[in-house]
């Protein structure tokens, strides 16, 4: 909230006024009431409406100073985000992502050929600040823990890879180049979205399914959040394993999480 707050505040600053429509953040704050009660800025009724104007131009300078002191900071950073808006998170920046990269195979990671099978027997895993990859199969593990041990159920023929955090957009996804890619993640909504997303990057981009997952399902599988999102691509897709999953989560508000396939797999 905290870009709505400036945004706000920072038109009374410009306009010495503001439309009627206050955001909660700021109505419902302690520094907006004592704006009001010190007279500081007043609520102005006009016909059948009404609008706040600033009262007393000097005091309203000296919260507004004190309140945003970088508050023509041109942001491009998350720091500045912090000093303009007090929310590192205000304005979407682009961002290095970081990737966790496991396997045997000789990959090209931003541009360098790499021995992954050297880091992985050595270190376990390899990360690095991610521009481009190129392999032959890659394996994508939504959770870092079955990420650790996933090659025990798929085997060394695939380049696990992690991203810190969820799947990176399209124009990141795209730089990674192989000839297949597997989605191995939670079977939920939002493991779901993550393959789609994926889907529109790689066209043969197929989801893992363990043979005993129905068995896995009955016997695992815990209840939904009640915030649980419902993606807009989970619902309109047509792809069968899609359909499988969601049907089954709608019926039963149950999912599967991805941990459990490899425990009981291995």
Do not use: W
């Amino acid at each position: 909230m905290g870009k709505v707050e400036f945004n706000f505040y920072n038109n009374l600053q410009l306009n010495g006024r503001a439309a009627n429509k206050v955001p909660k953040s700021v109505s419902s704050s302690s520094e907006f009431r004592m704006l009001l009660e010190a007279k500081i800025i007043n609520k102005v009724h006009s016909g059948r409406g009404y609008y706040y104007e600033v009262s007393k131009q000097d005091k309203f300078e000296v919260f507004y100073t004190k309140k945003y002191p970088r508050g023509n900071l041109d942001v491009t950073t998350e720091y500045d985000n912090q000093l303009k808006y007090r929310d590192t998170k205000a304005t979407a920046l682009k961002k290095d992502r970081v990737i966790f990269i496991r396997g045997t195979q000789k990959i090209t990671l931003n541009g360098k050929e790499l021995d992954l099978k050297h880091a992985t027997q050595e270190f376990k895993i390899f990360s690095a600040v991610f521009q481009t990859l190129q392999t032959k199969k890659i394996c994508f593990v939504e959770n870092l823990q079955p990420f650790l041990e996933v090659e025990k159920i798929l085997g060394d023929e695939y380049t696990y890879i992690h991203f810190y955090g969820r799947l990176p957009r399209k124009e990141v996804l795209s730089n990674i180049e192989c000839d297949e890619y597997l989605h191995f993640g939670d079977y939920d909504f939002l493991g779901l979205n993550e393959f789609l997303k994926a889907k529109e990057v790689f066209d043969n981009c197929e989801i893992y399914i363990p043979d005993n997952y129905d068995k896995l399902y009955n016997e695992f599988s815990r209840k939904r959040e009640a915030k649980d999102t419902v993606y807009e691509k989970v619902k309109n897709s047509t792809i069968s394993e899609v359909v499988r999953i969601r049907e089954q989560l709608s019926k039963h508000n149950r999912y599967l999480e991805q941990q459990v396939v490899i425990g009981e797999t291995v």
